[in-house]
């Protein structure tokens, strides 16, 4: 059986003179004497000195960066600048070579553009390290939060034949052979041939599976991957992103906002107690970042000023008809520096006018509520006047649409007829309308999408940084 010591809890470590076992990638390889040594357990690296007078001239040739070595040695104090420990090598043993000539991780500053195309290495690095600690501690965050208040986690499916949103952004799944594709009479592709029996494709939201099931538990929430093929290459979307959607029985909008708010405090403190080193490492580089800007494109605040300032406040709550006073009369508006000018009630809203009230106007989180029905989807409740939902959707500094929620809409009468204004077939969805028909509850949920909680808790500013492997248009490598 292998043993050995992590580098994380060494480096923290007063057992001076007791014999050690690391096993970790070469960082670099100083004077043939000082190996930085990195075992991914934290972002910091231990010195390994190496003996170099008593190892063969063919082993020092492959410490290389990259490389997978194994050392053992007696853990010293150091004299050396810039730690505190050290281990004084009494053996090393190469586990993997790695050619330095073609190794494209070097040890200097890479573009992080460089590094989305070389995902496969690129946790290697101190930035994508602290980007996917916090990620982890986000999302054992969520779980913690949702179990400590008695919510079941459900585990709604990947495959379906329904599209939740109604948007029609889906990618299709199927057997059926494209070069040979079954046909029904009158020329159709005939779905009863396919794998089962009929069309589906990948969940763009767990939630209708996700309302059922709250019906029966009163509190549920999800967290898996979702699926949008919608074309938007931007900063903000991906193809395959990760989303929590916590469902309530015998709530409403108010339950809703103060269920998304804590959660939103709860988790973002989780972050910055356990991951103090971290987030100091990510505020720093932002902080770098943001120098290269000119001086009326910088942050206001620096990250963990940020992050502090989110648990400090109340989120801002008003509603979108308030929303769209503010956006017309402002100055963005009036000087037409909007590229979507906002002159009516019913406008949807672009990224631009939830920025401007989040970082412009009120400075802090928004949640805006009750939309006009014609822009939310089919299932939000339809409030008194008839022309607006109980919609809310919580917008970030930085990032816009953080969250997006509602209160269901639980009148079968009411719901039934806004599917027909919205083309949505009752037929194929019996099942969701039988929760109406059979005991049906005010209930209300949302969806937080994970990577854009990831995006602001890192201060990372492409979405395709903080997920694995993203998938975005044209892009599925890995
Ligand atoms: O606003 P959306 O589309 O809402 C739903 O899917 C509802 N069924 C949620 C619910 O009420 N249970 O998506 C929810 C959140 C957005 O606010 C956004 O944070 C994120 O999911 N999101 C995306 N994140 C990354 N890439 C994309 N393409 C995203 N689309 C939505
Ligand atoms: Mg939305």
């Known amino acids: 059986m292998i043993k050995r010591q992590q580098i994380k809890d060494l480096l923290k470590s007063t057992d001076f003179n007791t014999e050690v076992t690391v096993m970790g990638w070469v960082r670099t390889f100083r004077n043939n004497q000082f190996i930085a040594l990195n075992d991914g357990s934290c972002m910091g690296n231990i010195q390994v000195v190496v003996d170099f007078n008593n190892t063969p001239e063919n082993l020092l040739k492959r410490i290389t960066t990259g490389a997978a070595i194994k050392a053992t040695g007696t853990l010293i104090e150091s004299l050396g600048k810039g730690q505190t420990v050290e281990i004084k090598a009494t053996k090393v043993e190469i586990l993997g070579d790695s050619d330095p000539e073609k190794f494209p991780l070097q040890p200097k500053k890479h573009s992080l553009e460089f590094l989305r195309e070389i995902a496969h290495l690129r946790f290697r690095t101190n930035t994508f390290n602290a980007v996917f600690k916090v990620r ?194 402002s100055k963005p508006n009036q000087k037409k520096q909007f590229k979507y000018l906002i002159d009516s009630w019913g406008a949807d809203l672009q990224s631009e006018h939830e920025r401007y009230l989040v970082e412009k106007h009120f400075k802090r989180p928004v949640i805006l509520t009750d939309y006009p029905k014609d822009i939310k989807s089919f299932y939000m409740r339809l409030n008194d006047d008839g022309k607006t939902v109980a919609a809310m959707d919580i917008l970030f500094p930085g990032i816009g649409e953080m969250i997006g929620g509602s209160q269901r809409e639980e009148r079968m009468d009411v719901l039934k007829q806004r599917m027909d204004e919205m083309s949505v077939p009752q037929e194929e969805l019996w099942w969701y309308l039988d929760t109406r028909r059979f005991g049906s509850a005010p209930h209300a949920g949302f969806g937080l999408g994970f990577e854009r909680l990831v995006l602001f808790v890192t201060g990372m500013t492409n979405i395709r940084d903080v997920i694995a492997f993203p998938r975005f248009p044209k892009s599925a490598e890995f």
Not at 172 to 184: A, C, M, Q
Not at 200 to 225: C, K
């Open 136 to 329: 982890h501690a986000l999302s054992f965050a969520i779980h913690q939060f949702y179990n400590e208040r008695g919510f079941v986690y459900m585990h709604t499916p990947v495959i379906t034949a329904s599209d939740a949103e109604g948007a029609g952004e889906m990618f299709k799944v199927t057997t059926l052979d494209f070069e040979n594709t079954p046909r029904t009479e009158d020329g159709k592709v005939d779905f009863s041939e396919d794998f089962f029996g009929r069309a589906t494709n990948l969940t763009v939201s767990g939630q209708l599976e996700g309302e059922l099931a709250a019906m029966a538990f009163g509190h549920i929430y999800t967290f898996g991957p979702t699926f949008r093929a919608e074309n938007s290459n931007t900063t903000r979307h991906l193809a395959e992103f990760w989303m929590i959607e916590p469902e309530v029985a015998f709530a409403d909008l108010e339950n809703n906002m103060e269920l998304a708010e804590d959660m939103m405090k709860y988790v973002i403190s989780y972050a910055k107690e356990n991951c103090k080193e971290e987030l100091e490492f990510l505020n720093n580089r932002l902080a770098e970042e943001e120098k290269q800007k000119p001086q009326n494109e910088r942050s206001e605040f620096t990250l963990l000023e940020k992050l502090d300032f989110c648990l400090a406040n109340d989120f801002q709550r008003l509603t979108y008809t308030e929303a769209i006073d503010i956006l017309k009369s």
